[in-house]
């Protein structure tokens, strides 16, 4: 009987391991084969056409610069705001903290497209800062940049605001985590606050924060939904990806999106490899060997007046209201206003009553049929990335190869999106497998991709923290067979990752839009649907589906606030 | 002997390193039998192996004459209690109690009687439907007991089941656990590195040390003739003085860090009279109770002046610190009444030349893990 | 050398009350244990001193001065964590010059001071190992050297000992001792073993319920217990329900079988009430015959030898279960019959407690 079980557990596991290098390791990493293989065709467009030459290279180096240079000063600015940020979640103890904790993980359920629209009313019309200051304009335009490094402010902003949760988050459970004896040593030997963060919890906590901030990199070097409706005539290399896609100039689109799988890997794997196993790096002393520790002290002790504590908090609570809330409010007073008619024009044809629900051609039946799409490819790609997460996380815990193992799964999460999904079309349809063709099919495929990771690292959150291992040791000395184990103890103990990490996985999908937009064939989600409506200048339109989608991210928000603090 | 469990030869390692060095011991039914160690001997490693949690790299284990290396933990029968007790914390107490009984399928009129005994037995009945992290440190201690009991398994493994509980309530609990061990007629192996504990719960005490279990006995038997110093220092309160042996005949020893502390010894047995080289080095070992205040001034009796350093209350009496005179040895003596001397002043002390216990050298630094 | 005063500290958190108006002085260069079970409010009071709480009500004075509104960071203390503490990114002598750096002292001076203070507390080598490399006793070592090299006279301690062995625990609480005494400091050790506050303190301050019930050296706590709970949680008695009989000024413990003259009643009892008579395993002594007073012929169930120290299992005349522990180098049998004498000094007599034996002896 127990031959029995080793045996199928055996099965199982390499199954389980076939379908991981399957659905989630080759979409990421297929497109790299496309270089060799189709080298004359890249040739061909990018590199020597006959007509236009070298223009399509040029045109590459353009969007990668650009996309380096606002990825990069994102992830520095997030660094600077995440910092604080993160120390006064996680030590601060004030009352609206919860809500406060609530917004600023809001970006990771919000679909980005939505989002991305919202910022755009609040900022560029007089819906909404605008408005708010008097003006007849928003406070800025969508062509306003910063001067020297030549990036559009409102784009930045977009950006920041959705990757700053990528390094508050792990930063703020870093800091939790850390004994409250190692900082309570600090102060009693003499350290003041800011002496004690730069000194003690800095050090402990540096590969989190270096880690978070190469996925925000990563993951503005990603950003496809919001960055196609706020970047204006500017132009990033992964939307690039999706345009270039849809002109047909699939080697370009291809060779473009395996430089950024390339250089996303050469960014993350090592760093990740590097990050020391046991969570901190050791500072040399150099201010105390140049004697220039007391004058920084002396500065320290200034800023770890309570009166800098106050402003402290006063600025995370005006930069959240800022950048997260106020595009929510803008974007619902919006929706008020053009309920049954453009305010402005004061045309019936310019209200959301009758271009979602009254016009002919209206976008009401497609707004309908992209939710259909959206929550049956979100439910089924969450549903079958559960079934293979469950065991895959046991493989990782269990064998020496699972840290190389999960260091992979981190793939899908950094590179991005539309070189995933110009990847997986490639993967499933003409290039190799030849079997599922752009549609519902290939959006749910290619979604399982970044769900199994994103269930993954929410249960082995749970897995790790908990004493799951020992109780399932304790419950067969017990008696409890293979399944019985299953069922009674380690499913019910791992509940809360399950479930966390379904429904992430299910708001990714929902608001995925750069790998969705090259696999979707005909069938729109609704925040690739958001785009196509901007676009097109259905305002009033998309107000309506941001704040559908808004609805449901708040909605999703709250089931896992529910969940975590059971 | 009827042995109830055998172990014989088993050897474990974790990356290339031995955590377990052949370890062989048997143990009688209804024997209550402790591994005694300091952190990181490999105690809890061999209880895992027992319980089939973990399995050995070599060896056999038998229980009841049966061998179980290859049978896994569910079909061994054996009740584990782990250190930190992992309750089931999704389930009630009742449940958590249940649980071994549900997953044999026991007929559940049954399971219910049985569940209810165990309840009854550990004081918990009216906490049945409490959370286990609702309870206090004792009570899921005693959930985690009613559990590993409610399997029915003749054989229980503790695994430091008091380490987890305040100083006197673990004191308490001790009596309770041998008792309910006792009444219920189980064999048990009980893991600890806590000295008073063991001996008070043991039949017989494995002491055990880095992979290795050193020696196997009764307390009596181990403190009477402990095999060598780790075993003498770890179950004593016990001096320990490095030194130079002047006379080999005699007996004269003289201290290594304190060149006029000297004294002589008389070992009775032969082991110990081959360590005594003229020019060697021994560790030599006096009991802390051994100590006298003015000893006679006979020739079987080591008589030195000191000065007292402190003098400490504790239950069984005061513990003296004495520095000898002309150096820096510090000797500990217990005595069961306060004595009229106090700190600062100068005493003759002594101890039988029969009571000091030598050993090799080389076994210093077996109980230096302290860091003293 | 500093005193600390603690007047009237109170401090709740939510509904649970964990100091109730405590006052305590500590003087100078003494070595203070508070005692007590978990929950009773000890390391919160430790806390407060150290300023890591704010109490509610109250103030604590060190030196005389009021330490309110002045942050951990200015109040000059030591502070030994339970969990050792040692910052683990820095090497040992890094953690224990981290103070004087932190104070703003010059780098080669910080170095200096903290090689000296390893150097004190008898650490000679591995100063540029990490915390993680060294075993727990070393490590608590060096963070006392950490918590001293500010030159802190007041050393507070929080269950200083609770994560080692117990073999090396023995070993660290002379060492502790020896620490304190050495250095001249004033010392506030929490802890909840009664063995190690017996055998460290001058001075025992017993807590519980957010409540001090009894302060005094370990020889006055052990053998005159001024409650019923202080005589069971400090260290162990026989507790047996009797009848007081008061005549001529001198209590008499009668269980019907038996009577004992008791010398230590600290609450008085009216003659004929319910009482509770606590014997020590320590206050036995063996007794030729029963011509003496207070003593009681009584069967030894159990007998076992440890050192020099006899533990006795042994019943009375009414079938009463008792421990017992006489220093004797002869052996009694079990099975055998003996008599045993309780010096009248150490019988304690109290009254029957209202709320219920039990709930007097519960720790929480």
């Given at each position: 009987?127990?031959?029995?079980?080793?045996?199928?557990?055996?099965?199982?596991?390499?199954?389980?391991?076939?379908?991981?290098?399957?659905?989630?390791?080759?979409?990421?990493?297929?497109?790299?084969?496309?270089?060799?293989?189709?080298?004359?065709?890249?040739?061909?467009?990018?590199?020597?056409?006959?007509?236009?030459?070298?223009?399509?290279?040029?045109?590459?180096?353009?969007?990668?610069?650009?996309?380096?240079?606002?990825?990069?000063?994102?992830?520095?600015i997030d660094v600077c705001l995440g910092i604080p940020l993160a120390y006064i979640l996680a030590y601060g103890r004030f009352p609206g903290k919860s809500i406060l904790d609530t917004l600023v993980s809001l970006p990771l359920v919000m679909p980005t497209s939505g989002f991305g629209f919202a910022t755009l009313i609040s900022w560029t019309t007089n819906l909404g800062l605008g408005g708010l200051f008097g003006l007849k304009t928003g406070v800025i335009d969508i062509t306003s940049k910063i001067p020297v490094v030549d990036i559009p402010i409102l784009l930045l902003l977009v950006h920041v605001?959705?990757?700053?949760?990528?390094?508050?988050?792990?930063?703020?459970?870093?800091?939790?985590?850390?004994?409250?004896?190692?900082?309570?040593?600090?102060?009693?030997?003499?350290?003041?606050?800011?002496?004690?963060?730069?000194?003690?919890?800095?050090?402990?906590?540096?590969?989190?924060?270096?880690?978070?901030?190469?996925?925000?990199?990563?993951?503005?070097?990603?950003?496809?939904?919001?960055?196609?409706?706020?970047?204006?005539?500017?132009?990033?290399?992964?939307?690039?990806?999706?345009?270039?896609?849809?002109?047909?100039?699939?080697?370009?689109?291809?060779?473009?999106?395996?430089?950024?799988?390339?250089?996303?890997?050469?960014?993350?794997?090592?760093?990740?490899?590097?990050?020391?196993?046991?969570?901190?790096?050791?500072?040399?002393?150099?201010?105390?060997?140049?004697?220039?520790?007391?004058?920084?002290?002396?500065?320290?002790?200034?800023?770890?007046?309570?009166?800098?504590?106050?402003?402290?908090?006063?600025?995370?609570?005006?930069?959240?209201?800022?950048?997260?809330?106020?595009?929510?409010?803008?974007?619902?007073?919006?929706?008020?206003?053009?309920?049954?008619?453009?305010?402005?024009?004061?045309?019936?044809?310019?209200?959301?009553?009758?271009?979602?629900?009254?016009?002919?051609?209206?976008?009401?039946?497609?707004?309908?049929?992209?939710?259909?799409?959206?929550?049956?490819?979100?439910?089924?790609?969450?549903?079958?990335?559960?079934?293979?997460?469950?065991?895959?996380?046991?493989?990782?815990?269990?064998?020496?190869?699972?840290?190389?193992?999960?260091?992979?799964?981190?793939?899908?999460?950094?590179?991005?999106?539309?070189?995933?999904?110009?990847?997986?079309?490639?993967?499933?349809?003409?290039?190799?497998?030849?079997?599922?063709?752009?549609?519902?099919?290939?959006?749910?495929?290619?979604?399982?991709?970044?769900?199994?990771?994103?269930?993954?690292?929410?249960?082995?959150?749970?897995f790790e923290g908990s004493d799951i291992r020992d109780c399932e040791d304790v419950a067969r000395t017990l008696g409890a067979k293979p399944m019985e184990l299953a069922e009674l103890i380690s499913i019910p103990m791992l509940k809360r990752g399950i479930l966390t990490g379904a429904i992430l996985s299910f708001t990714h999908s929902l608001g995925?839009?750069?790998?969705?937009?090259?696999?979707?064939?005909?069938?729109?989600?609704?925040?690739?649907?958001?785009?196509?409506?901007?676009?097109?200048?259905?305002?009033?339109?998309?107000?309506?589906?941001?704040?559908?989608?808004?609805?449901?991210?708040?909605?999703?928000?709250?089931?896992?606030?529910?969940?975590?603090?059971? | 002997?009827?042995?109830?469990?055998?172990?014989?030869?088993?050897?474990?390692?974790?990356?290339?390193?031995?955590?377990?060095?052949?370890?062989?011991?048997?143990?009688?039914?209804?024997?209550?039998?402790?591994?005694?160690?300091?952190?990181?001997?490999?105690?809890?490693?061999?209880?895992?192996?027992?319980?089939?949690?973990?399995?050995?790299?070599?060896?056999?284990?038998?229980?009841?004459?049966?061998?179980?290396?290859?049978?896994?933990?569910?079909?061994?029968?054996?009740?584990?209690?782990?250190?930190?007790?992992?309750?089931?914390?999704?389930?009630?107490?009742?449940?958590?109690?249940?649980?071994?009984?549900?997953?044999?399928?026991?007929?559940?009129?049954?399971?219910?009687?049985?569940?209810?005994?165990?309840?009854?037995?550990?004081?918990?009945?009216?906490?049945?439907?409490?959370?286990?992290?609702?309870?206090?440190?004792?009570?899921?201690?005693?959930?985690?007991?009613?559990?590993?009991?409610?399997?029915?398994?003749?054989?229980?493994?503790?695994?430091?089941?008091?380490?987890?509980?305040?100083?006197?309530?673990?004191?308490?609990?001790?009596?309770?656990?041998?008792?309910?061990?006792?009444?219920?007629?189980?064999?048990?192996?009980?893991?600890?590195?806590?000295?008073?504990?063991?001996?008070?719960?043991?039949?017989?005490?494995?002491?055990?040390?880095?992979?290795?279990?050193?020696?196997?006995?009764?307390?009596?038997?181990?403190?009477?003739?402990?095999?060598?110093?780790?075993?003498?220092?770890?179950?004593?309160?016990?001096?320990?003085?490095?030194?130079?042996?002047?006379?080999?005949?005699?007996?004269?020893?003289?201290?290594?860090?304190?060149?006029?502390?000297?004294?002589?010894?008389?070992?009775?047995?032969?082991?110990?009279?081959?360590?005594?080289?003229?020019?060697?080095?021994?560790?030599?070992?006096?009991?802390?109770?051994?100590?006298?205040?003015?000893?006679?001034?006979?020739?079987?009796?080591?008589?030195?002046?000191?000065?007292?350093?402190?003098?400490?209350?504790?239950?069984?009496?005061?513990?003296?610190?004495?520095?000898?005179?002309?150096?820096?040895?510090?000797?500990?003596?217990?005595?069961?009444?306060?004595?009229?001397?106090?700190?600062?002043?100068?005493?003759?002390?002594?101890?039988?030349?029969?009571?000091?216990?030598?050993?090799?050298?080389?076994?210093?630094?077996?109980?230096?893990?302290?860091?003293? | 050398?500093?005193?600390?005063?603690?007047?009237?500290?109170?401090?709740?958190?939510?509904?649970?009350?964990?100091?109730?108006?405590?006052?305590?002085?500590?003087?100078?260069?003494?070595?203070?244990?508070?005692?007590?079970?978990?929950?009773?409010?000890?390391?919160?009071?430790?806390?407060?001193?150290?300023?890591?709480?704010?109490?509610?009500?109250?103030?604590?004075?060190?030196?005389?001065?009021?330490?309110?509104?002045?942050?951990?960071?200015?109040?000059?203390?030591?502070?030994?964590?339970?969990?050792?503490?040692?910052?683990?990114?820095?090497?040992?002598?890094?953690?224990?010059?981290?103070?004087?750096?932190?104070?703003?002292?010059?780098?080669?001076?910080?170095?200096?001071?903290?090689?000296?203070?390893?150097?004190?507390?008898?650490?000679?080598?591995?100063?540029?190992?990490?915390?993680?490399?060294?075993?727990?006793?070393?490590?608590?070592?060096?963070?006392?050297?950490?918590?001293?090299?500010?030159?802190?006279?007041?050393?507070?301690?929080?269950?200083?000992?609770?994560?080692?062995?117990?073999?090396?625990?023995?070993?660290?609480?002379?060492?502790?001792?020896?620490?304190?005494?050495?250095?001249?400091?004033?010392?506030?050790?929490?802890?909840?073993?009664?063995?190690?506050?017996?055998?460290?303190?001058?001075?025992?301050?017993?807590?519980?319920?957010?409540?001090?019930?009894?302060?005094?050296?370990?020889?006055?706590?052990?053998?005159?217990?001024?409650?019923?709970?202080?005589?069971?949680?400090?260290?162990?008695?026989?507790?047996?329900?009797?009848?007081?009989?008061?005549?001529?000024?001198?209590?008499?413990?009668?269980?019907?079988?038996?009577?004992?003259?008791?010398?230590?009643?600290?609450?008085?009892?009216?003659?004929?009430?319910?009482?509770?008579?606590?014997?020590?395993?320590?206050?036995?002594?063996?007794?030729?015959?029963?011509?003496?007073?207070?003593?009681?012929?009584?069967?030894?169930?159990?007998?076992?030898?440890?050192?020099?120290?006899?533990?006795?299992?042994?019943?009375?005349?009414?079938?009463?279960?008792?421990?017992?522990?006489?220093?004797?180098?002869?052996?009694?049998?079990?099975?055998?019959?003996?008599?045993?004498?309780?010096?009248?000094?150490?019988?304690?007599?109290?009254?029957?407690?209202?709320?219920?034996?039990?709930?007097?002896?519960?720790?929480?």
């Amino acid at each position: 009987m127990a031959s029995l079980y080793r045996k199928g557990g055996l099965i199982l596991k390499i199954a389980i391991l076939i379908a991981t290098a399957v659905f989630v390791l080759m979409p990421s990493v297929f497109l790299i084969s496309f270089i060799p293989v189709n080298w004359d065709e890249i040739r061909y467009e990018i590199f020597d056409n006959p007509i236009v030459g070298d223009t399509g290279w040029k045109l590459i180096q353009s969007v990668l610069i650009f996309s380096f240079k606002l990825s990069i000063l994102t992830a520095l600015i997030d660094v600077c705001l995440g910092i604080p940020l993160a120390y006064i979640l996680a030590y601060g103890r004030f009352p609206g903290k919860s809500i406060l904790d609530t917004l600023v993980s809001l970006p990771l359920v919000m679909p980005t497209s939505g989002f991305g629209f919202a910022t755009l009313i609040s900022w560029t019309t007089n819906l909404g800062l605008g408005g708010l200051f008097g003006l007849k304009t928003g406070v800025i335009d969508i062509t306003s940049k910063i001067p020297v490094v030549d990036i559009p402010i409102l784009l930045l902003l977009v950006h920041v605001t959705l990757t700053l949760p990528y390094v508050v988050k792990p930063l703020q459970a870093r800091f939790i985590d850390i004994k409250p004896s190692l900082l309570e040593a600090s102060r009693i030997l003499g350290a003041n606050p800011f002496t004690s963060f730069r000194k003690v919890i800095l050090p402990l906590s540096l590969p989190a924060l270096l880690s978070g901030s190469i996925m925000a990199l990563a993951r503005s070097l990603g950003e496809t939904g919001a960055t196609m409706i706020v970047s204006g005539t500017y132009i990033t290399a992964a939307v690039a990806i999706v345009r270039w896609e849809f002109e047909f100039k699939i080697a370009t689109a291809s060779f473009l999106g395996a430089l950024l799988i390339l250089s996303t890997w050469a960014i993350v794997l090592p760093l990740e490899m590097m990050l020391s196993r046991k969570g901190w790096v050791s500072l040399p002393k150099i201010l105390a060997r140049l004697d220039l520790e007391r004058r920084v002290i002396v500065l320290e002790e200034v800023l770890s007046s309570s009166l800098s504590s106050i402003i402290g908090k006063a600025f995370v609570v005006i930069l959240l209201l800022i950048l997260v809330v106020l595009p929510i409010f803008s974007t619902s007073y919006s929706a008020f206003l053009y309920w049954g008619k453009d305010p402005f024009t004061g045309k019936m044809e310019g209200g959301i009553l009758y271009q979602i629900f009254m016009s002919p051609a209206g976008y009401g039946s497609l707004l309908s049929r992209a939710i259909l799409t959206s929550f049956i490819v979100a439910g089924l790609s969450t549903f079958l990335s559960v079934c293979i997460s469950i065991p895959l996380v046991y493989i990782i815990e269990e064998y020496g190869f699972g840290r190389v193992l999960r260091t992979l799964l981190k793939i899908p999460l950094v590179i991005p999106t539309s070189a995933l999904g110009i990847s997986s079309m490639l993967l499933w349809g003409p290039r190799l497998f030849n079997i599922v063709t752009p549609g519902v099919w290939l959006i749910t495929l290619t979604h399982m991709t970044f769900s199994v990771p994103v269930i993954v690292e929410s249960i082995i959150a749970v897995f790790e923290g908990s004493d799951i291992r020992d109780c399932e040791d304790v419950a067969r000395t017990l008696g409890a067979k293979p399944m019985e184990l299953a069922e009674l103890i380690s499913i019910p103990m791992l509940k809360r990752g399950i479930l966390t990490g379904a429904i992430l996985s299910f708001t990714h999908s929902l608001g995925e839009t750069g790998a969705t937009f090259i696999v979707m064939g005909g069938d729109y989600t609704v925040s690739t649907l958001v785009v196509t409506m901007v676009e097109s200048l259905a305002i009033p339109a998309a107000l309506f589906s941001t704040l559908i989608l808004i609805v449901f991210s708040l909605v999703f928000m709250g089931i896992v606030k529910v969940i975590a603090g059971e | 002997m009827n042995s109830f469990l055998k172990i014989s030869n088993i050897w474990k390692y974790y990356s290339g390193r031995p955590v377990l060095k052949d370890i062989s011991f048997e143990v009688s039914r209804g024997e209550y039998f402790v591994v005694l160690g300091p952190t990181g001997a490999g105690k809890t490693t061999l209880l895992k192996i027992l319980a089939g949690i973990v399995s050995p790299d070599k060896g056999e284990i038998y229980i009841d004459g049966k061998p179980m290396v290859n049978v896994p933990p569910e079909e061994r029968g054996v009740g584990y209690f782990p250190q930190f007790f992992n309750l089931f914390n999704h389930m009630t107490v009742w449940d958590n109690v249940c649980f071994p009984l549900l997953v044999k399928g026991i007929d559940i009129v049954e399971a219910e009687k049985i569940c209810k005994e165990m309840l009854s037995l550990m004081h918990l009945l009216d906490r049945a439907d409490s959370y286990p992290y609702e309870l206090s440190g004792g009570m899921r201690q005693r959930v985690a007991l009613a559990r590993a009991l409610a399997t029915g398994a003749e054989l229980l493994l503790l695994d430091e089941p008091l380490s987890q509980l305040d100083a006197k309530l673990s004191v308490e609990l001790r009596e309770e656990l041998k008792s309910i061990a006792r009444s219920l007629g189980r064999t048990v192996v009980h893991v600890t590195n806590n000295v008073e504990e063991a001996v008070e719960l043991a039949d017989r005490i494995a002491v055990m040390n880095n992979g290795y279990i050193i020696q196997v006995g009764s307390y009596d038997e181990l403190r009477r003739k402990p095999k060598n110093l780790f075993v003498e220092y770890f179950l004593s309160d016990v001096n320990v003085f490095r030194a130079y042996v002047l006379d080999p005949h005699d007996g004269l020893l003289r201290s290594s860090s304190d060149v006029c502390f000297k004294f002589r010894v008389k070992p009775l047995c032969e082991d110990a009279s081959s360590l005594l080289r003229s020019g060697g080095e021994v560790i030599v070992c006096v009991d802390s109770d051994v100590i006298v205040l003015d000893p006679p001034s006979d020739s079987g009796w080591n008589v030195f002046d000191a000065i007292v350093e402190e003098v400490l209350f504790h239950r069984g009496g005061y513990t003296y610190i004495l520095k000898t005179c002309c150096g820096a040895t510090k000797i500990m003596m217990k005595v069961m009444d306060e004595m009229e001397v106090g700190i600062g002043c100068k005493v003759k002390v002594g101890f039988k030349t029969s009571d000091a216990r030598i050993y090799d050298v080389s076994e210093y630094d077996s109980i230096l893990y302290h860091g003293g | 050398m500093p005193s600390v005063d603690i007047v009237n500290v109170s401090k709740s958190f939510g509904y649970i009350e964990a100091l109730n108006r405590v006052n305590l002085t500590v003087e100078n260069g003494s070595y203070v244990c508070l005692l007590g079970p978990s929950g009773c409010g000890k390391t919160t009071l430790l806390r407060i001193i150290a300023g890591f709480i704010k109490p509610d009500e109250g103030d604590v004075y060190i030196d005389g001065k009021s330490m309110k509104g002045i942050p951990p960071e200015r109040r000059g203390i030591g502070f030994v964590f339970q969990d050792i503490a040692l910052f683990p990114h820095m090497r040992l002598v890094d953690n224990v010059s981290f103070g004087p750096e932190v104070k703003g002292w010059c780098y080669k001076d910080s170095l200096k001071t903290a090689i000296e203070n390893l150097e004190r507390i008898g650490i000679h080598m591995g100063r540029d190992a990490y915390p993680n490399e060294v075993s727990g006793g070393i490590a608590q070592l060096v963070s006392i050297a950490r918590a001293l090299a500010v030159r802190s006279r007041l050393l507070l301690l929080d269950e200083p000992l609770g994560a080692l062995d117990p073999k090396i625990r023995v070993y660290m609480k002379y060492k502790l001792r020896e620490i304190v005494k050495g250095f001249g400091l004033t010392a506030i050790h929490v802890t909840h073993d009664q063995d190690e506050a017996l055998s460290i303190a001058d001075k025992i301050v017993v807590m519980r319920r957010g409540r001090i019930l009894q302060t005094g050296p370990p020889k006055e706590l052990y053998w005159a217990p001024r409650s019923l709970f202080v005589a069971y949680f400090v260290g162990e008695a026989n507790i047996v329900e009797v009848v007081a009989r008061c005549s001529g000024g001198s209590y008499i413990a009668d269980s019907g079988e038996y009577k004992l003259i008791c010398g230590w009643v600290p609450a008085p009892i009216e003659d004929g009430k319910r009482a509770i008579l606590a014997i020590r395993p320590e206050a036995f002594k063996i007794a030729n015959q029963d011509m003496d007073r207070n003593t009681i012929k009584v069967e030894v169930s159990s007998a076992r030898r440890i050192g020099r120290m006899l533990y006795l299992g042994i019943v009375l005349p009414d079938g009463v279960h008792m421990k017992a522990k006489i220093w004797s180098n002869t052996n009694v049998e079990p099975g055998s019959r003996i008599y045993v004498k309780v010096p009248e000094s150490r019988c304690f007599l109290y009254p029957y407690p209202k709320a219920g034996l039990t709930e007097e002896l519960s720790p929480v």
